[in-house]
């Protein structure tokens, strides 16, 4: 009667139901924090995902380190000497799934970091599409009651806290000329640029409906808000960012994109 085969070693480097689990809500933080990124969601949130997921790699590398690096040369190969790490990770389908899982999880985190490291940051505000232009109180504003010559702050729905985000809503004496957008102009006079000065990112304060102009107190910037926002006087050399203005169904004003351009001063 022989005896029964001992049991197969255990070659995944990660057994259990934690280590698991932990695999899987990684893989889905990272993909989330991918996604967090293309979409534009909120710093602090793709900051969360992003350092959670690091800390699930973290404890997965714990995890499979000590058992992995113990099996990848077997004990049998050992002795023979014939055995390289590489030449083993590659005659094991079991170790070679390991660590290229392990290799892509690590490229897609570092690949995030940089793209996350390299954002540009100035052209991230909360402004979207189809995000409602609101006073600092949170009202919307229907395009027909803006009285002629109004000017005043806004802000998009749900950050009105956001310095970054901040704009200007005037309603012209006359009608928008070029270089302005003529496509983000609701009703040829009402339009919206971004509050924070282009020169030294200071809040433009002062509209002066007789010639349109908006003026930074800080060092005298004067911008034409018929034209696009050009700077006319002052040290400023960029226009104010436009907004992409419409209505929506109901009349009131609405963004139809962000901005297109970084607002404030562009430094380097
Ligand atoms: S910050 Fe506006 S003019 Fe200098």
Redesign the pocket.
């Known amino acids: 009667m022989s005896a029964a085969a001992p049991d197969a070693p255990d070659r995944s480097g990660l057994r259990g139901p934690v280590p698991v689990a932990v695999a899987g809500a990684t893989v889905l933080l990272f993909a989330a924090f991918v996604v967090g990124l293309v979409a534009g969601w909120r710093t602090g949130l793709i900051g969360t995902l992003l350092g959670i997921g690091l800390l699930g790699a973290a404890f997965l590398v714990a995890q499979v380190r000590p058992r992995t690096i113990s099996e990848l040369v077997w004990p049998d190969e050992r002795e023979a000497g014939d055995a390289p790490v590489a030449a083993a990770v590659a005659r094991h389908p079991v170790r070679r799934r390991w660590v290229l899982g392990g290799a892509g999880l690590g490229a897609l985190g570092g690949i995030g970091l940089l793209a996350w490291l390299g954002r540009d940051e100035s052209r991230r505000t909360p402004w979207r599409r189809g995000v409602h232009v609101v006073t600092a109180d949170g009202e919307r504003i229907r395009a027909d009651e803006v009285p002629v010559g109004g000017f005043g702050t806004v802000w998009p729905e749900g950050s009105e806290r956001a310095d970054s985000a901040s704009a200007v809503l005037v309603r012209l004496a006359g009608d928008a000329e070029p270089p302005t957008v003529l496509e983000w102009v609701v009703g040829r006079r009402i339009v919206v640029y971004s509050k924070i000065?282009t020169?030294?990112?200071?809040p433009v304060g002062l509209y002066q409906e007789i010639d349109d102009s908006l003026f930074?107190p800080?060092?005298?910037?004067t911008f034409d808000a018929a034209r696009g926002a050009v700077p006319t006087f002052?040290?400023?050399s960029r226009p104010l960012p436009q907004l992409p203005l419409g209505v929506d169904g109901d009349g009131f004003l609405v963004a139809t994109g962000g901005f297109a351009v970084p607002v404030g001063p562009v430094r380097g």
């Open positions: 000065c020169h030294a990112g200071c930074c800080c060092h005298q910037a002052g040290p400023a």
